[in-house]
């Protein structure tokens, strides 16, 4: 079971390096906004498979809950501070 | 058990890869938010389901089920913070003017919108 799970990690590290593109060259500041908050979701994610290889969820969890309250404050913060009244973008 | 938590991880990477897709290839910032916002929220949901059930099957102690009351929490949380990530960075795209995309480039709504004030 923990090669299967090294498979799911390396899969969504894949996963990440493809939304980085997206996440550095996007047209506009809120695909980057997007880009970094759907990083954060799969980086949850590999938190707890990284628990589950080294066998130490009971420290992992409590990581991993952290990271999504932390990534769901970033993201609210963000689309507060990058309210442009009258920007125009085509 | 092992076998079904392994079908709902996979099943969560799935979603995520669907997601991955959509935000790589559509067109426009709020394409890219219909595809993100709803396999972001299925995905970590089946993952996190896949991981209850595994530490239930593997470790039925009292800090197995420590561990998954807080991955069920972990779960619920999400599914109602990430929805609303959404919507905030959706109504602030919105309120600074980002058209949405159409075929023939012409814009389906009229800004400012009819009974607001900006």
Same mark, same amino acid.
């Given at each position: 079971?923990?090669?299967?799970?090294?498979?799911?990690?390396?899969?969504?590290?894949?996963?990440?390096?493809?939304?980085?593109?997206?996440?550095? +060259?996007?047209?506009?500041?809120?695909?980057?906004?997007?880009?970094?908050?759907?990083?954060?979701?799969?980086?949850?994610?590999?938190?707890?498979?990284?628990?589950?290889?080294?066998?130490?969820?009971?420290? +992992?969890?409590?990581?991993?809950?952290?990271?999504?309250?932390?990534? +769901?404050?970033?993201?609210?913060?963000?689309?507060?501070?990058?309210?442009?009244?009258?920007?125009?973008?085509? | 058990?092992?076998?079904?938590?392994?079908? $709902?991880?996979?099943?969560?990477?799935?979603? $995520?890869?669907?997601?991955?897709?959509? $935000?790589?290839?559509?067109?426009?910032?709020?394409? *890219?938010?219909?595809?993100?916002?709803?396999?972001?929220?299925?995905?970590?949901?089946?993952?996190?389901?896949?991981?209850?059930?595994?530490?239930?099957?593997?470790?039925?102690?009292?800090?197995? $089920?420590?561990?998954?009351?807080?991955?069920?929490?972990?779960?619920?949380?999400?599914?109602?913070?990430?929805?609303?990530?959404?919507?905030?960075?959706? *109504?602030?795209?919105?309120?600074?003017?980002?058209?949405?995309?159409?075929?023939?480039?012409?814009?389906?709504?009229?800004?400012?919108?009819?009974? *607001?004030?900006?």
């Amino acid at each position: 079971m923990e090669k299967f799970f090294l498979a799911m990690a390396i899969a969504l590290g894949i996963l990440i390096l493809l939304i980085l593109y997206r996440a550095v +060259f996007g047209p506009t500041v809120f695909d980057r906004i997007i880009g970094s908050g759907f990083i954060g979701t799969k980086t949850i994610v590999l938190l707890l498979l990284m628990g589950f290889i080294y066998k130490r969820v009971d420290m +992992f969890i409590d990581l991993a809950l952290a990271y999504s309250i932390l990534n +769901f404050i970033g993201t609210l913060a963000f689309s507060k501070y990058f309210l442009r009244k009258g920007a125009k973008y085509k | 058990m092992t076998i079904i938590a392994a079908i $709902f991880m996979i099943a969560g990477l799935f979603f $995520f890869m669907a997601a991955t897709i959509g $935000f790589l290839r559509f067109p426009d910032f709020y394409c *890219r938010m219909h595809a993100t916002g709803k396999g972001d929220t299925l995905g970590s949901l089946l993952f996190l389901i896949g991981f209850v059930l595994y530490t239930l099957h593997h470790d039925f102690s009292w800090m197995g $089920f420590v561990q998954s009351a807080k991955l069920i929490f972990i779960a619920i949380f999400w599914l109602l913070a990430s929805p609303t990530a959404t919507h905030a960075l959706l *109504r602030s795209a919105f309120e600074s003017e980002l058209i949405p995309w159409t075929k023939d480039g012409k814009p389906v709504i009229q800004w400012p919108p009819k009974g *607001r004030e900006y």
